[in-house]
C-alpha cells in the first residue's frame, strides 16, 4: 500500500499571504521537513511512503528557487517544477499524480492545497473507494474541505513544529475559555495623520 503527501506550493503560498496580509517572512512560512517527519510518523513501515511539492517557476525567480528545490530533495520530497507561464497551473500535475496509483493499492493521501474547486471532488471520490484522504490547510480558508463528511481536515497549526511563528489568525471556533485579543498588524496607524 502507497501513502501519499502531495504540497500545492503556488496555492499554499497564495494561501499564507493572503492571511497575513502581506508576503510571509521565513519564520511565518511553514517548515516542510516538520512536516514530511509528522507524514511519516502517521504511516507504518510496511506502507510505501511519498512526499512531493508541485512548484511553478516563474522565470526571473528560478535561480533564487533552486536552492530550495535542492532541500527539499535532501529532506526526502519529490519535486515537480513547471515553467509559470501565464495563468499557468499545477492542478492538472498533482491531479496525474494522484491519479497514477489504483486506488486499491492507495492507503492515504494527504492534501496540502486550499482549492476545493479543485480537488474536493477527487477528494471525496478517493474516499468513497476507501482511502483515507486528508486535506491540510487553514480552517477558515477552506470551508468546504472542513465542512466535507468523507476528507479529514487538518488545520496547519495542529501540526507540532511546522511554524516557528504561527501565523496571525482570527479564529473564533478556538478561543481560549479566558479569551484572546486579537491586535491589529503592527504597521497599521491607529489614524491616518491629518
Do not use: C
Amino acid at each position: 500500500m502507497q501513502r501519499l503527501l502531495l504540497w500545492d506550493a503556488p496555492n499554499m503560498d497564495m494561501t499564507l499571504s493572503t492571511l497575513i496580509g502581506g508576503k510571509p517572512t521565513p519564520r511565518q512560512r511553514p517548515d516542510l521537513g516538520a512536516l514530511i517527519e509528522w507524514f511519516a510518523a502517521r504511516g507504518s513501515s510496511e506502507e510505501s511512503h511519498e512526499a512531493a511539492v508541485f512548484v511553478n517557476v516563474p522565470a526571473h525567480l528560478a535561480e533564487r528557487m533552486t536552492g530550495w528545490v535542492m532541500w527539499l530533495n535532501e529532506t526526502g520530497y519529490r519535486v515537480f517544477a513547471k515553467p509559470k507561464e501565464g495563468a499557468s497551473d499545477i492542478d492538472q500535475d498533482i491531479r496525474a499524480r494522484l491519479y497514477a496509483v489504483e486506488p486499491a493499492e492507495l492507503a492515504e493521501v494527504v492534501l496540502a492545497s486550499h482549492d476545493a474547486k479543485a480537488f474536493l471532488e477527487d477528494g471525496e471520490t478517493l474516499a468513497s473507494k476507501g482511502v483515507s484522504v486528508t486535506v491540510l490547510g487553514f480552517r477558515e480558508l477552506a470551508p468546504r474541505f472542513a465542512r466535507s463528511e468523507s476528507v479529514t481536515f487538518v488545520d496547519l497549526d495542529e501540526i507540532p513544529d511546522l511554524f516557528d511563528e504561527p501565523p496571525p489568525r482570527v479564529r473564533l471556533d478556538a478561543l481560549p475559555i479566558e479569551g484572546r485579543w486579537f491586535e491589529p498588524p503592527p504597521d497599521e496607524p491607529l489614524l491616518d495623520d491629518a
